[in-house]
Every structure is written in structure tokens, then in C-alpha cells.
């Protein structure tokens, strides 16, 4: 399945080595066209992967159809998907593949495409690239392949970036001490989430902490997938709990009470404190409820709304000079971070959010009227 931001599939069943390769080199041929058009003689790729079971094959394969088109490869290993992102604008790079299903089920992978801007591609640019795959993909000759170097401290980079956050009072976080819940359904967030938390001096109890990519329940961020978080919140005592998808960009929460709140509360609880920060609207997507129209309406702010997809939401966040977006997913994005959905930022805000309301998770919910949106998913015809 072919899509603006990047190809998915079943492993072995439509989604394969050669498919991978084919999409891979594509894009690397693409992004060394726009490098040289731009002046500069090599293109460098940041490539990066979620946990899953088949990452670590569809990792070799990127990165040897990157250096068969003459690319540099950047390989920050196993991260969280804004973590690649980040990486993508801190190296200066044509772009990044990160190799990820995010939340779908373990059967599936896939690869995002991600633009020399950190964001993921627009239609402009996809359909550019798709032209290159579906042609003859030009090949580097023996003296112009590629080469890979190892790149050990995205992540650290990343969680140094969060902890520089002008709103976000680290010391005050610190002597709070929150005792937190956390659930990393096995995936990418094993290896951030709990560095980040441990640096926020949280007293964290945590679950499906490995990075083994055996999740062992749906991996989608939603209540009806965070039963064993909810017990975990009751049993520890923790005033907290916080759930991320496999590859990191969502985030749900779980209050005190030991209940899933629901995804849209996550980016609009965010959105409450970066509104009284910095000034701008939020930008958020039709698929949204009006939770987060009551919060900017608070705050004397507008929302507007931007079509489904992250990189419309970014985009539009762009244009619009909003200082946080994102998507009623628990997917929130924060604009002087990078334009990504990045939940480790996100769970940092929530902290920042418990620190100055001095109120429980379920009080500042409460008060709050709730709303109801449906959400469902259709298989897609057959042609």
C-alpha cells in the first residue's frame, strides 16, 4: 500500500526485500537530484527503525539500495521516528527513511519518507520521487556508491533538546519527583522513554520495557489496548501513566484513577500549556474532537483545522505560525522542537501541565466537557 508519506504492507505478503530496495533506492536517486540541483555534490540520509522483528532485515536492505545510488547513509539504529526526524535537520541531511509500521499490527512494516525539511513528504514531492521508482533508478558506478557511518547519539540528542525547552521547568520537574507509569509495548520507546523520564527525576514503574518487537498486545495507543497500564497506574500508585506506540510519535495517557482518558486529550492537555508560553494559534486535523476548541478558547486562541496526515497538520502549523499542533491520535507537535509528532515531548508538556496546575490528571480532565467521536476503519475494496 502505497501512500504521500510512505509504503506499507504484511512482511512477506506484498511487502518484501525487493519492494523495500525498489522504494529505498528511489528515493535516494530523488534526493540526490534535489541535493545536486541545490549545489552540493553528495546527498546524506539519516535511516533509522522502530523494534519490530522484521526491522533489522529491512535495515540492511535500505541502507545497501542507499549506498547503491551513491548516497551517504547516517544510521542512527534502532529510534524513535522524531528522533529520525530531528536527526534529518540537525545533520543538514537530503532526507530519512524511517522503517516503521508505527502502530499497526506486528505482521505489518513499512517505510516513511521523510524530506531534507524533517517532515514527511507532501504530494508534490512524493509524486516525484514515485516517478524515479517506477522508472529506471540511475546506479552509482563502483567509484561512487555510497557509504554508512554510524551515528550513536540521536537519541541523546533529542532528550538534550527536550530538556532545553524554554517552558519546560526541569528543576521543578525534578523536585516533584512524579511517580509515573509506562507501557513501551516492546517497541523503539524502551530505549528513550525511560532515559527521558529518569533525566525528569521521575520514579517510574514501567512495562514492555524490552525492544524486542514481540508486542504483547495491540500496539495502538487507545484505551481499549491499555488495560494492563491502567492496572499497572492502580497498582504502583503513580500519578501518571503514559503509553507510547511502537515507533514513539503517539501518545496516550492513563489518569490516577487508573483510566485511559482517551487520545484526543492528549494533544489538547499539551496544547493548555504551550498556549500560556508562547502565542499562536493550534493547528489540528478533521478527525479531532472540540476538546481542543474549548482549551484555545481559553486561551483567547483559534484552532484551525488542516485535512488528515501529519504533514498537512505540519504544514499548515508552518503557515499559520502555531507553536503546537498535531492530531487527536495523542500524536502532538511541537513547532520549536521540529514539525513532527514526538511523544516524548508530549509526555514531557504533561509533566509541565501536573506541575502548574497542582491537580490531579483526572481533576484538570473533569473539568473539561467530555465529547464522543467515533473512530473506525474500513478494509479497502479490492480493485
Not at 502505497?2 to 509504503?7: E, F, Q
Not at 504544514?315 to 513547532?335: D, F, K, Y
Not at 513532527?340 to 497542582?358: C, M, N, S, T, Y
Request: aromatic share 4%.
Amino acid at each position: 500500500m502505497v501512500s504521500v508519506s510512505g509504503v506499507r504492507g504484511r512482511v512477506g505478503d506484498g511487502l518484501t526485500p525487493e519492494v523495500i530496495a525498489q522504494f529505498a533506492a528511489g528515493f535516494g536517486a530523488w534526493a540526490l537530484q534535489q541535493a545536486r540541483a541545490a549545489g552540493k555534490e553528495t546527498a546524506s540520509i539519516v535511516v533509522g527503525r522502530d523494534s519490530r522483528v522484521s526491522g533489522q532485515m529491512f535495515h540492511r536492505v535500505v541502507v545497501s539500495a542507499l549506498e547503491s545510488v551513491g548516497c551517504q547513509v547516517l544510521d542512527v539504529g534502532m529510534a524513535p521516528t522524531p528522533t529520525i526526524q530531528l536527526a534529518v535537520e540537525h545533520n543538514h541531511a537530503a532526507g530519512g527513511l524511517a522503517i516503521t509500521a508505527s502502530h499497526n499490527p506486528i505482521e505489518w512494516n513499512a517505510l516513511k519518507f521523510i524530506s531534507p525539511t524533517g517532515l514527511f513528504l507532501d504530494p508534490v514531492e512524493s509524486a516525484a520521487m514515485r516517478s524515479i521508482v517506477e522508472g529506471v533508478i540511475p546506479r552509482a558506478t563502483w567509484d561512487k556508491l555510497g557509504s554508512t557511518t554510524s551515528v550513536s547519539d540521536a537519541v541523546d540528542f533529542h532528550i538534550s533538546q527536550i530538556l532545553k525547552l524554554g517552558f519546560i521547568d526541569v528543576k521543578a520537574i525534578r523536585a516533584r519527583k512524579f511517580k509515573v507509569a509506562l507501557d513501551c509495548v516492546r517497541g523503539a520507546g524502551g530505549a528513550f522513554m525511560p532515559r527521558l523520564l529518569d533525566e525528569l527525576g521521575c520514579d517510574v514503574t514501567g512495562i514492555n520495557l524490552e525492544t524486542d518487537g514481540k508486542f504483547p498486545h495491540a500496539p495502538e495507543p487507545v484505551p481499549e489496548n491499555l488495560g494492563e497500564l491502567e492496572a499497572l497506574v492502580s497498582r504502583a500508585g503513580a500519578e501518571v501513566g503514559f503509553a507510547v506506540d511502537p515507533d514513539v510519535d503517539r501518545l496516550a495517557l492513563v489518569s490516577e484513577k487508573g483510566r485511559a482518558i482517551g487520545e484526543d486529550y492528549t494533544l489538547a492537555l499539551a496544547a493548555k500549556v504551550v498556549l500560556q508560553h508562547r502565542p499562536g494559534p493550534v493547528v489540528t486535523n478533521l478527525s479531532t474532537s472540540r476538546i481542543v476548541d474549548d482549551i484555545a478558547e481559553e486561551a483567547g486562541r483559534k484552532v484551525v483545522r488542516a485535512p488528515v496526515g501529519e504533514v498537512n497538520v505540519a504544514t499548515r502549523m508552518r503557515s499559520e505560525g502555531a507553536p503546537v499542533g498535531g492530531e487527536g491520535n495523542g500524536g502532538v507537535i511541537l513547532t520549536e522542537m521540529h514539525l513532527g509528532r514526538d511523544a516524548p515531548v508530549g509526555a514531557a508538556i504533561i509533566l509541565q501541565l501536573l506541575l502548574e496546575e497542582k491537580r490531579t490528571l483526572s481533576e484538570i480532565v473533569a473539568s473539561y466537557p467530555r465529547y464522543s467521536i467515533v473512530k473506525d476503519k474500513l478494509d479497502r475494496p479490492k480493485a
